[in-house]
């Protein structure tokens, strides 16, 4: 596909702690199409997160800083981009919705307030003017009395309506670009597919390409066109929805979709792939997964795996994939080295 | 908003009548008969009997309680022993001068104390961060005395830019109308005398207002520090506002709720505890007039001081306590 809107090449973003330097994220490369809906899945802590946040530069410096690598948004390299620069993309060109809906909004400021004032950094309209765009937005995401809640204040909301608000407040300059870090997860299960579905409607209907970052393959599947999967710091599978959740390639992937609850199982205990995520640290050598996956050889421990492109845009970063092995489905071939 | 400020208003009365209670029992809790104290070793007995006669004494204590209440819904604070004249007018003037030179020392100790919390907090562990801190630290602990005598050798003695005591000229008395000089001079159109006010204000109010500016900078940091790590300030920024923003609009307005506690505590400990200061520097304020009191065991005097400023400190609280409310929507007494 061409337009694409957003791509990340080889990102390296470290942290710099007392304790050593910590490559959070490790070479991910990925790209976002005009458009697209594209999932970025993971446990916690293998650098979903501060991938999206690199992508915006929020990671919190000190101790956080992007040390390589490309953050092409529309032929400009964002990791050089001046501040300046970054001022008029934030909540203009690419807006971010976060996690936490219940502590995202000030406290001590109206709905109101808070929604003029992204819009008036942006544009040059006068407070009604932006005001009168704020309770359209507000009823573009199915606020109900939205001329009363943009004069409350986000305590007098609940959860889900105050993800509403933040994505009307990330609507209000019609970015290209939504990133949406855990946008449901923090909510009841009726009010995630709601939000889930707004979020769809305004992709559909504004064009917008939204990078959703989450935990949770049901979300995956309900909404988004393609899915990466990260593993300690690295992107190890990529490819369409439905092909992923259908016939996962990584072992890890295998495993996370295996570890979903599943009507038609008769058994009892849910599956959990067997030990934890690693701690990111420096030089590691071999696959990262390599200690908790059946498959693994000693290859798996020596050399790192490449990202191995397959068949319609798919890749995966593990060896079975390699011709030389003769492995099960051996038929990729080398595209990114490492 | 308004319901809110009558009920606090009306949960004053208590506290109020806690105050008078204790202020009552400071007379009664004297060892020995107070009229023998008040008069000293060397009274006769008639006196004794007669000053108990007066005082109400061989009353019992509800009905004397009733008496002082009586006494002070009126205006009356008593006599002094020592001047004999009615307390309640030689208190003001007093009180004015300690409200004044307390108003310019917070004055200055916030402006400074926030804005250096703020800048601090904002260019974390940067120099400015560094030298801001140690300065807050060595402001915090040196003794004031020693401050305004450092103040008095330097910008008095040495320099002799700025006057060492008193509030005004000697040998040219305002004509006092409410007794905040700067306030009078003003309104006497006299301008030149309103400098000279100032100049004087100048040396006492940053002796006094150095042990708050040095809390409240630390503490408008470390709260600062917090709020700015918090997800609506990141919401902030990924909205594409630039620093100023973030900082003086969001991250100020959360961070002072606990910024404001600390300003009207040390508010409330300059209004009682500047008895050093106004020694030094010949303030005749009501610090000093109580502590006179208690060399000359005026106990009228100390009772009415301490109510004085006791009542105060509570105002100054309920000051505090309303602006929470108005600061911060999700609060609700």
Known sequence: MSDIVLELKDLHTHFFTDSGEVPAVDGVSLTVNKGEVVGIVGESGCGKSVTSLSVMQLVPNPPGRIVGGEINFKDENLVNASNKRMKQIRG?????????????????????????????????????????????????????????????????????????????????????????????????????????????????????????????????AEICDRVVVMYAGQVIEEGTTREILKAPNHPYTKGLIRSLPNMKQKEQKLYSIPGTVPKPKMGRIGCRFAPRCEFAFDRCFQEDPALYQLENGRSSRCFLNDKTEGSLTGNGETIVGN | MTAYIMRRLLQLIPVLIGMTIITFAIVHL?????????????????????????????EPYPVQYGFYITDLMQGDLGTSLRTKSEISSEIWPRLAATLELTFFAMVFA????????????????????????????VGVSMPVFWLALMEQLVF???????????????????????????????????????????????????????????????????????????????????????????????????????VLTVIGLQTGVLLGGAILTETIFSWPGIGRYVFEAINYRDYPVIQSGILVIAFFFVIINLIVDILYTYIDPRIKY
């Open chain 2, 30 to 58: 004297i060892p020995g008969n107070p009229a023998q104290t008040i008069l000293g070793e060397t009274a006769s007995q008639e006196a004794i009997a007669d000053l108990e006669e007066n005082m109400g004494l061989n």
């Open chain 1, 92 to 220: 203009n060109e690419i807006a971010m919705i976060f996690q936490e809906p219940m502590t995202s909004l000030d406290p001590l400021f109206k709905i109101g307030n808070q929604m003029v004032e992204g819009i008036r950094l942006h544009e040059k309209v006068s407070k009604q003017e932006a005001r009168n765009r704020s309770i359209e937005l507000l009823k573009l995401v199915g606020i109900p009395r939205a001329d009363e809640v943009i004069d409350d204040y986000p305590h007098q909301l609940s959860g889900g309506m105050r993800q509403r608000v933040m994505i009307a407040m990330s609507m209000a300059c019609n970015p290209e670009l939504l990133i949406a870090d855990e946008p449901t997860t923090a909510l009841d299960v009726t009010i995630q597919a709601q939000i889930l579905d707004l979020m769809r409607n305004l992709n559909k209907e504004k064009d917008t390409a939204i990078m959703l970052i989450t935990h949770d393959l049901g979300v995956v």
């Open chain 2, 110 to 137: 916030i402006f400074i104390g926030v804005n250096a919390g703020i800048i601090s907090a904002w260019k974390q562990n940067s120099w400015f961060d560094f030298l801001a801190m140690m300065f807050a630290l």
């Open chain 2, 156 to 258: 008095a003695q040495e320099l002799g830019w700025l006057p060492a005591f008193g509030r005004e000229l000697s040998g040219d008395p305002i004509a006092p109308i409410t007794h905040f000089y700067v306030l009078d001079s003003l309104i006497h159109l006299d301008f030149p005398r309103a400098l000279t006010v100032l100049k004087h204000l100048i040396l006492p109010s940053i002796a006094l207002g150095t042990i708050p500016m040095a809390i409240i900078a630390r503490m408008t940091r470390s709260s600062m520090l917090e709020v700015m790590q918090s997800d609506y300030i990141r919401t902030v920024r990924a909205k594409g506002s630039g620093q100023f923003l973030v900082i003086y609009k969001h991250a100020l307005k959360n961070a002072t709720i606990p």
